[in-house]
């Protein structure tokens, strides 16, 4: 069956920079859409940015544009969240995501499969 499996989250100060990494595993994922999902406490899950496996197009959203950067590794099946200039707001749950397809979409509630999570806390 499809895994995600994120990594790279933790405490950093405002300013700093962290990296995430998903690896995919269980099928071939060249025609979906692998994406980034924030979830604050006590806020809905938001898209923060997406990629296609092939062709490689790029998503970024509100304020990850300009900080953030969204990659795939295609022989090592894993997608890279690297977030640059961190700030307080930043703080939450990060979500690896799948949707089947290449169409973006910006609902949690359209992908099909999610990792568990990685914690990312930006001290002011």
């Known amino acids: 069956q499809v895994q995600l499996v994120e990594s790279g989250g933790g405490l950093v100060q405002a300013g700093g920079s962290l990296r995430l990494s998903c690896v995919a595993s269980?099928?071939?994922?060249?025609?979906?859409?692998m994406a980034w999902f924030r979830q604050a406490p006590g806020k809905e899950r938001e898209i923060v940015a997406a990629?296609?496996?092939?062709?490689?197009?790029?998503y970024l959203f509100d304020s990850a544009e300009g900080r953030f950067t969204i990659s795939r590794d295609e022989v090592n099946s894993t997608v890279y969240l690297q977030m640059n200039s961190l700030k307080p707001e930043d703080t939450g749950v990060y979500y690896c995501?799948?949707?089947?397809?290449?169409?973006?979409?910006?609902?949690?509630?359209?992908?099909?499969?999610w990792g568990q999570g990685t914690q990312v806390t930006v001290s002011s």
């Open positions: 995501a799948c949707k089947s397809g290449r169409d973006i979409s910006l609902l949690a509630r359209a992908y099909d499969y």
């Open positions: 269980g099928r071939t994922f060249s025609g979906d859409l």
């Open positions: 990629i296609n496996w092939s062709p490689e197009i790029t």
